[in-house]
């Protein structure tokens, strides 16, 4: 079965440090999100992703946050300027051609620690 | 904004028990969506909801929408200790765009 990849597993960086989360979504798969998870707690929308282009971002994703499909295969999410309470796990997620009208297929995550 | 809320936040059960999970919107839903999370896992899809009413039958589980469209549930039959994990229900409002919210979850423990 096809599945989500991303890299790396874990990540610790320095506070104020600049990460970048890497995804590598399923082929035919149309939609692309990135959602995070604080230990513990619920799974928040970040972004959504169509067409090289954003559709829709929550209010966390501010400007310390850019996303980018820079070789139409690969899905980036980087971290500017990172702060303790980014420390998180960050999913990365895609759909089909109905978007939300479809089920998420998830990555494994990536869990940053900011120390 | 949307709010989608889920209760109980954990259940505990012996194995055999049934169990059920509610999910409530703040907002009418097009569609909503359960997944379920094992410990240290991601989240995996398990059905999609779209009709006002609507009920689906996986093995032990069962899954409602409601008429109005702005809360759900989940059912299992007959608790096993596979069924452990946290189950999610995540909606998408009828008049937003490509979000989809998710509740807070369920932690379910299953005693042997």
């Known amino acids: 079965e096809p599945e989500v990849t991303q890299t790396p597993s874990h990540q610790v960086t320095q506070m104020g440090q600049e990460v970048i989360l890497r995804c590598v979504p399923i082929?035919?798969?149309?939609?692309f999100y990135w959602y995070r998870q604080i230990l513990g707690q619920k799974v928040e929308f970040l972004v959504s992703?169509?067409?090289?282009?954003?559709?829709?971002k929550s209010e966390i994703f501010d400007d310390q946050f850019s996303v980018e499909r820079p070789d139409g295969s690969n899905f980036t999410l980087k971290i500017r300027s990172t702060k303790l309470e980014d420390s998180a796990m960050y999913f990365c997620?895609?759909?089909?051609?109905?978007?939300?009208?479809?089920?998420?297929?998830f990555g494994s995550g990536t869990r940053l620690t900011v120390v | 904004g949307q709010q989608v809320m889920q209760i109980p936040q954990y259940q505990h059960v012996q194995e055999g028990e049934d169990f059920t999970t509610y999910c409530n919107s703040s907002t009418t839903l097009s569609n909503i969506q359960w997944y379920k999370q094992r410990p240290g896992g991601h989240p995996v899809f398990l059905i999609q909801?779209?009709?006002?009413?609507e009920v689906k039958k996986q093995k032990r589980l069962t899954f409602q929408f409601g008429e109005a469209k702005k809360n759900s549930s989940l059912h299992i039959t007959a608790t096993q200790t596979t069924d452990v994990g946290t189950y999610f229900c995540?909606?998408?409002?009828?008049?937003?765009?490509?979000?989809?919210?998710f509740g807070e979850g369920t932690q379910l423990t299953v005693n042997p």
């Open positions: 082929s035919n798969h149309l939609y």
């Open positions: 995540a909606g998408r409002e009828e008049t937003s765009g490509s979000r989809l919210t």
């Open positions: 909801l779209v009709k006002s009413g």
């Open positions: 992703f169509y067409n090289n282009e954003i559709s829709e």
């Open positions: 997620a895609g759909s089909g051609t109905g978007g939300s009208n479809y089920g998420y297929t």
